[in-house]
Structure formats: structure tokens, C-alpha cells
């Protein structure tokens, strides 16, 4: 059998230290078509400066 890193004792030691925090009620995600048309708009039609995104753009405030 393979050995353990650590003893077993310590297990869960951080996750039960953290507090809990209640989950946002968050609004309803938009999905099919409707994700689509703005997936579309993002990229291609509302750019502030004219320019399509590109995929692995970072956002305006951190070009510097």
C-alpha cells in the first residue's frame, strides 16, 4: 500500500477552520439563443473602441 503524506489526523483542518458564508441569490443565467445573441454582441458589435475582442484579451483597465 502506498504511503500517506502527513498523518490522517490533520485531515480537513483548513476547510473546517474557514467560516461558512450563505451563497447570493444571483440572477438567472441566460442560456441558448439567447446566450448566443450576447456572446455575438460582446464580441462583434459593442466594443468601446471600435475593435472586435479577441479571445485572450485582457480587460482596458490593465493594458497600463
Known amino acids: 500500500m502506498g504511503k500517506v503524506h502527513?498523518?490522517?489526523a490533520r485531515a480537513g483542518k483548513v476547510k473546517?477552520?474557514?467560516p461558512k458564508v450563505q451563497k447570493k441569490e444571483k440572477k438567472k443565467a441566460v442560456?441558448?439563443?439567447?446566450?448566443?445573441r450576447l456572446q455575438y454582441n460582446k464580441r462583434y458589435v459593442c466594443h468601446p473602441e471600435g475593435k472586435p475582442y479577441k479571445p485572450n484579451t485582457q480587460p482596458l483597465g490593465k493594458l497600463g
Open 16 to 18: 473546517n477552520q474557514t
Open 31 to 36: 442560456v441558448g439563443r439567447a446566450k448566443k
Open 6 to 8: 502527513g498523518s490522517l
